[in-house]
């Protein structure tokens, strides 16, 4: 969902391909978002290009049927999705180490401490495909 400042209106871009209760998320970057649902999966989602020229008001300033065109919003791209095993209650990126790659830190409801953290080298991925 975007706000138009000018028209005081919310206009939705994108929407995700498979309707889920987000209990949390964090920004990534412009046109990435990742998500924790209640089922307990973490999910990364894209905006895929050029999902802005497709959008749709929300404000209910034209009529319902008008509206309805959810065939036509664009789809965000799911990037990954991981299965925790509980609910996510909140998650933020920031590094392990001072000057360290950024992680996606995240929270569960019992209160386990878990992070994604990105390979950086070919390296990392036969090390811990080995592990």
Do not use: H
Not at 99 to 128: K, M, N, Q
């Amino acid at each position: 969902i975007r706000y138009e400042a000018t028209s005081n209106r919310l206009v939705l871009v994108a929407n995700d391909p498979s309707p889920r209760p987000i209990v949390c998320q964090e920004l990534l970057d412009w046109n990435t978002v990742a998500v924790g649902d209640k089922f307990g999966n973490i999910c990364v989602m894209r905006l895929p290009r050029g999902a802005d020229t497709g959008a749709i008001d929300l404000t209910g300033q034209r009529a319902l049927w008008d509206t309805a065109k959810t065939d036509t919003t664009a789809k965000l791209e799911v990037l990954c999705q991981y299965y925790v095993g509980e609910i996510v209650t909140s998650m933020t990126r920031s590094s392990l180490v001072a000057g360290g790659a950024e992680s996606l830190i995240y929270v569960t409801v019992t209160g386990r401490i878990g992070a994604l953290v990105p390979f950086t080298s070919r390296d990392d991925v036969e090390f811990f495909t080995q592990l």
